[in-house]
Every structure is written in C-alpha cells, then in structure tokens.
C-alpha cells in the first residue's frame, strides 16, 4: 500500500518565476492538505482539498493556490515567487472527518534564488 | 505569535538521560498530537491526546495533555540515538476543525 507521494523532491527557481508542486494520496483518502514548513519551523496550514474544492484555508496569500482531481490527487501552485517562498512543502492526507489521521508525504524541498 | 509552543528549541543528551519536552497555548484544543519528524522526511504521527488528564504510554515515550487541555508534555525514558529528531505537537485551534496548527518543534540530538 503506497503512502503519501509527492514530486518532485527537490526544486530551484528564481524570483518571480511560477511552481507546480504535485502530490499523490494514501489508497483510499479523499481529502489531502497542503503544508509550508521553513527551516527550523513547524509546518503552517496553506490549505485543504475535498471533493475537487477549497475547503479551508490557512494565512497564505492568493499567490497561493490549489487543485485536486478526480482521482484525489493535488497541485501547489505558486505564483511570482518570493525568496521567502523558500521552504518544504508538505502535502498530507486523509479520510473526509475532521478528526481523521493526517499522513504526511517526504515534502518537496523549494529554494527560491 | 506562536498558537502552540515547544520548548526547549533545542536538546542535545546523552544515550540513557531522560528528557521532557513542553507545548503550551493558552487555548483550549479539542485533542492534542505528537509527531516526529526526520531529516528528509514529512512528520510522523506518535500519539493523539483527547482527554484532559490523559496518559499515554509508548514503549519509552509518555504523553500527557493537561487536564484544562492547553498545554502537553512528551516525556522520554532512557533516550537513545534512534530518538533523535524533530518533535512536533499540533492541534486543531477551535474553530478550525480541519486546520492543523504546528508548535515550532524540538530539536532532539541523542548521543552514542
């Protein structure tokens, strides 16, 4: 049984430039949430994903968005980056109840030059 | 400001010391979780907390949530190299059901 994927595992881009980030769901998760962790820091809520819509979403800026397909799967777009976009971002997923176990996949490492 | 916060930041022990780490907020969370988390790796789920006053026991881990439920300790027994890692608590603020909110972790070395 595959855990959470995500990909790639590392990225560099430069500023102002733009980022899809793209992860893969634990077999049987509907619903998967998007995580910026910078070094040293727990991670901080971006947003989550049900049924193909924005659920909730943390204090991140409209440069941030999101998609999820039919088949549960996610993307992290980031727009005109920042050097502060610079981070891990971690995608976690889960059942659809709130007090479902989020698993979290290995992050894609993103450095902003 | 920081929902949730760890402390220490950082803990550098020796292989068979006990150790203690602390996560405060001054609100109330539903349940409370513990992850670790290695280098290269995304967080890994311990243990949830749900009632106040609870403890939970893993191996050489014990978890406790306050009895007003804000705040959690992650007692460790014996500490080895295989314990290091970054400790992190997380719950889910009231209001935010959905949203996971993480403390800034502790960073724990154990040495051979």
């Known amino acids: 049984d595959a855990g959470v994927t995500q990909s790639p595992t590392h990225l560099i881009k430069t500023r102002g430039q733009q980022v899809t980030l793209r992860c893969s769901p634990k077999?049987?998760?509907?619903?998967v949430s998007w995580y910026q962790q910078a070094l040293g820091q727990g991670p901080q809520f971006i947003f989550q994903?049900?049924?193909?819509?924005?659920?909730q979403r943390g204090n991140f800026p409209d440069r941030f968005s999101g998609h999820q397909f039919p088949n549960y799967s996610s993307e992290l777009n980031v727009n005109a980056l920042l050097l502060g976009d610079s981070a891990l971002y971690l995608c976690?997923?889960?059942?659809?109840?709130?007090?479902?176990?989020?698993?979290f996949g290995p992050g894609t490492r993103l450095t902003v030059l | 400001t920081q929902l949730l916060e760890q402390s220490p930041q950082f803990l550098s022990i020796q292989e068979g010391e006990n150790l203690t780490v602390y996560c405060n907020s001054s609100?109330?969370?539903?349940?409370l979780q513990w992850y670790r988390q290695e280098p290269g790796e995304g967080p890994v789920l311990l243990v949830t907390?749900?009632?106040?006053?609870e403890v939970k026991k893993l191996k050489r881990l014990t978890f406790q949530f306050g009895d007003a439920r804000k705040d959690s300790s992650l007692h460790i027994t014996a500490a080895q190299p295989g314990d290091t890692g970054l400790y992190l608590c997380?719950?889910?603020?009231?209001?935010?059901?959905?949203?996971?909110?993480f403390g800034s972790g502790t960073q724990l070395t154990v040495l051979p």
């Open positions: 609100s109330v969370f539903s349940s």
């Open positions: 077999s049987g998760h509907d619903t």
């Open positions: 997380a719950g889910h603020p009231s209001g935010s059901a959905r949203q996971l909110t």
């Open positions: 907390v749900v009632t106040g006053g």
């Open positions: 976690a997923s889960s059942f659809s109840n709130p007090s479902s176990t989020q698993y």
């Open positions: 994903y049900y049924e193909e819509e924005e659920r």
